[in-house]
């Protein structure tokens, strides 16, 4: 039972999984403030996600391209000299990160410099596809994560109910053989009643006779014959 239902929930899970990879917000360019100024960032918006998450998987993405995310007024979090294949040159990178909760879902927008000069639209075109990249790698991250975190709180409930059933079962097992029990003590009763009924009337023809010969020896005495 437990491996089926395992399977199910995983299946539904990989399907929601899959669709929200494909319902995901286009990742594109948006004007917002930061800590120095209004500059254009990259955003993506995930759905299911929140920003705890959100901050964890940004964390860890930048832990890989070998960077340590520190705070950062506005934004969330600043990663100093951080370098990503395909964007910039030979000199660091700065990457700002910003989350912002939207009902169920989480918007980041990222913004990336390299000697001052942010990645916008109108930087080479193999910057700005990298940096697309970064973007829809995180946020397809994200997803994976959201929707494993969805699973493990279900696989919890899922445990807590299996135990439940496996206790209910117990418990009528257990009264199916009070029954069985109580049947078979039925059953030895009512043998000994029959054997009880059949022991009385042997006693009561004793008794009979006993009393027959109690009259007699009576009848005897009184005509005083010894």
Known sequence: MRNLLTRSLALVAFC????LLFAQTKVEFELKSMSLGPYEGMTTTVAGADEKLAQSVWRDLMKQYG?????????????????????GGADGLDVYAM??????????????????DFIS??????????????????????????????LDVEQKSMDKVEKELTQLEKAHQGYLDD???AKKAIETAEKRIKENERDQEKTRLELEKATDAVKAVQA???EGKC
């Open 16 to 19: 929601f999984a899959t669709t």
């Open 220 to 222: 005897l005495l009184a």
């Open 67 to 87: 960077g340590k995310c520190k705070k950062s007024k506005i934004e969330k979090f600043k990663t100093e000299a951080i370098f990503i294949d395909g964007i």
């Open 99 to 116: 989350f912002e909760e939207q009902g169920e879902a989480v918007k980041t927008t990222v913004w990336i410099t390299e000697r001052g």
């Open 121 to 150: 639209p109108a930087s080479a075109k193999r910057d700005v596809e990298r940096f697309q990249a970064l973007m829809n790698e995180y946020g397809q991250i994200l997803c994976v994560e959201s929707i494993q975190q969805d």
């Open 179 to 181: 029954i069985e029990r």
